[in-house]
């Protein structure tokens, strides 16, 4: 995501390099590139006007202090103006319910959109960081299977779903499913509608009248971003109709360009409250228009980095596994137990991106998600008693893991060999402190060094 508009701007901010100050020709010089970049990826040409004007008009309204040099002073407009673009500061979603009721949030989206994928993450995300007690509630009575994929997602995230099969009619479903969660003590209630066009009359009012019936706290929509420029349009047209509350991206790690996140805020004046970044269920972001900011100028994101390993780390399983760092007693049941954690953090890439300065140095290389594969099933064909005393995995039983696990001999020792300056450098570290973050750290430096397969 957003990896050509990045190359982009700082071919663009390259123009002031050398210049000893700001001046008019060479901002309009910059920033008419600046307008060309934005436009290849596929922002509003209204909004890419504008946004380049304005930053046009502060760029010249400054001096330039001895200290910064134009091109850092364009870099900090240009990311300053890029927040403010997007929102400016994250949206938050209203979730206490009115009079002891529930708190009711209405998806809305086209077909395809990622509705029914993304109720199901953000049901999790209620569920595990906010402490609620969701009810999914599946309203999308045309598509087949629509209610069996629901009740599937509700089963992964541990979610209950509300379904009436035999039942066409939403409102009585929806109002039924609210009966049910007070009943049940269920907090939230996110409601999975149907995809539909804009154009289709019957299928907007049928929403419509959906909306107005339950009255809910937030109505989302949900909005494919791969579709470019389209999803604004899009977006706009449902807007007019629904008047929702917030946009919800998906599909946030494709081939995007990036424009409609980058223009849908502007078009709509709606905020963009949450992205998808990934198929797994924990691949939900809150949307922080400065963070995607610092992206976009290849900047890093380490805040939101902290924040995925915060979600991971089990604060009492890391001072078990402290404890046994500190005795050397670090096995390969622990290094299994980390690399899940990691995994659940997203996609490596996209988390090696959030390192400022690694995004730029890793955009051309293939970082497979499946190299945990061949380390994992090494792992799995030790023995239990080998796995916790990884000193006795001698060369004979070397040998029969390597064949157990489908890879050679020298991986299993590379890997022998890496755990255990791993298992020395992770007790020095723990050491020198003692936070979650350290471990995070070893375990990370575990991924840079495992052997490839």
């Given at each position: 995501?957003?990896e050509?508009?990045?190359?982009?701007?700082?071919?663009?901010f390259?123009?002031?390099?050398?210049?000893?100050?700001?001046?008019?020709?060479?901002?309009?010089?910059?920033?008419?590139d600046v307008?060309?970049?934005?436009?290849?990826?596929?922002?509003?040409?209204?909004?890419?006007?504008?946004?380049?004007?304005?930053?046009?008009?502060?760029?010249?309204?400054?001096?330039v202090?001895?200290?910064?040099k134009?091109?850092q002073?364009?870099v900090?407009?240009v990311?300053?103006?890029?927040?403010?673009?997007?929102?400016?500061?994250?949206?938050?979603?209203?979730?206490?319910?009115?009079?002891g009721?529930?708190?009711?949030?209405?998806?809305?989206?086209?077909?395809?959109?990622?509705?029914?994928?993304?109720?199901?993450?953000?049901?999790?995300?209620?569920?595990?960081?906010?402490?609620?007690?969701?009810?999914?509630?599946?309203?999308?009575?045309?598509?087949?299977?629509?209610?069996?994929?629901?009740?599937?997602?509700?089963?992964?995230?541990?979610?209950?779903?509300?379904?009436?099969?035999?039942?066409?009619?939403?409102?009585?479903?929806?109002?039924?499913?609210?009966?049910?969660?007070?009943?049940?003590?269920?907090?939230?209630?996110?409601?999975?509608?149907?995809?539909?066009?804009?154009?289709?009359?019957e299928?907007?009012?049928?929403?419509?009248?959906?909306?107005?019936?339950?009255?809910?706290?937030?109505?989302?929509?949900?909005?494919?971003?791969?579709?470019?420029?389209?999803?604004?349009?899009?977006?706009?047209?449902?807007?007019?109709?629904?008047?929702?509350?917030?946009?919800?991206?998906?599909?946030?790690?494709?081939?995007?360009?990036?424009?409609?996140?980058?223009?849908?805020r502007?078009?709509?004046?709606?905020?963009?409250k949450?992205?998808?970044?990934?198929?797994?269920?924990?691949?939900?972001?809150?949307?922080?228009?400065?963070?995607?900011?610092d992206?976009?100028?290849?900047?890093?994101?380490?805040?939101?980095?902290?924040?995925?390993?915060?979600?991971?780390f089990?604060?009492?399983?890391?001072?078990?596994?402290?404890?046994?760092?500190?005795?050397?007693?670090?096995?390969?049941?622990?290094?299994?137990?980390?690399?899940?954690?990691?995994?659940?953090?997203?996609?490596?890439?996209?988390?090696a991106?959030?390192?400022?300065?690694?995004?730029?140095?890793?955009?051309?290389?293939?970082?497979?998600?499946?190299?945990?594969?061949?380390?994992?099933?090494?792992?799995?064909?030790?023995?239990?008693?080998?796995?916790?005393?990884?000193?006795?995995?001698n060369?004979?039983r070397?040998?029969?893991?390597a064949?157990?696990?489908?890879?050679?001999?020298?991986?299993?020792?590379?890997?022998?060999?890496?755990?255990?300056?791993?298992?020395?450098?992770?007790?020095?570290?723990?050491g020198?402190?003692?936070?979650?973050?350290?471990?995070?750290?070893?375990?990370?430096?575990?991924?840079?060094?495992?052997?490839?397969?």
């Amino acid at each position: 995501m957003f990896e050509n508009l990045s190359d982009r701007l700082e071919r663009s901010f390259k123009i002031l390099k050398g210049e000893g100050k700001i001046t008019e020709i060479n901002v309009a010089e910059t920033l008419k590139d600046v307008r060309r970049a934005l436009l290849d990826a596929d922002v509003n040409y209204k909004v890419a006007k504008s946004f380049t004007d304005t930053v046009k008009q502060k760029a010249l309204g400054m001096n330039v202090l001895t200290a910064v040099k134009p091109s850092q002073l364009m870099v900090k407009i240009v990311h300053d103006e890029l927040a403010e673009l997007m929102g400016g500061k994250a949206a938050e979603l209203k979730i206490e319910g009115r009079a002891g009721a529930p708190a009711i949030i209405l998806m809305s989206g086209l077909q395809g959109s990622g509705k029914t994928t993304f109720s199901g993450k953000l049901a999790k995300m209620l569920k595990e960081r906010n402490h609620k007690k969701p009810l999914l509630v599946a309203c999308d009575v045309y598509r087949p299977a629509a209610i069996e994929q629901l009740k599937v997602v509700g089963e992964t995230v541990g979610v209950p779903v509300y379904s009436e099969p035999d039942n066409k009619n939403v409102v009585e479903i929806a109002n039924h499913a609210i009966q049910e969660a007070k009943s049940k003590a269920n907090d939230v209630v996110i409601i999975d509608t149907a995809g539909r066009l804009a154009v289709d009359e019957e299928m907007m009012q049928e929403i419509e009248t959906l909306k107005k019936a339950v009255n809910p706290n937030e109505t989302l929509f949900v909005v494919d971003s791969m579709t470019g420029q389209d999803a604004v349009n899009t977006a706009k047209e449902f807007n007019d109709r629904l008047d929702f509350d917030g946009v919800i991206l998906t599909k946030l790690d494709g081939d995007t360009r990036g424009g409609a996140a980058l223009s849908i805020r502007t078009v709509v004046t709606k905020p963009i409250k949450f992205v998808g970044t990934g198929e797994k269920m924990e691949a939900i972001d809150v949307f922080y228009p400065e963070r995607m900011a610092d992206r976009i100028l290849g900047m890093g994101d380490i805040v939101s980095l902290v924040e995925r390993a915060q979600q991971q780390f089990d604060e009492e399983e890391a001072k078990k596994l402290e404890k046994k760092i500190r005795k050397n007693k670090f096995d390969f049941d622990d290094f299994m137990g980390q690399i899940q954690q990691i995994k659940k953090m997203g996609n490596i890439k996209d988390l090696a991106a959030m390192i400022p300065g690694v995004g730029k140095q890793i955009k051309d290389l293939d970082i497979d998600d499946n190299a945990f594969k061949g380390i994992e099933a090494i792992i799995n064909s030790m023995t239990p008693k080998e796995r916790a005393n990884p000193d006795i995995i001698n060369p004979s039983r070397r040998r029969r893991i390597a064949a157990g696990s489908g890879t050679k001999l020298d991986d299993v020792n590379r890997l022998m060999k890496q755990f255990e300056q791993t298992r020395k450098m992770m007790k020095m570290v723990t050491g020198l402190n003692s936070s979650k973050m350290a471990q995070m750290a070893a375990a990370m430096k575990m991924r840079g060094g495992m052997p490839k397969f």
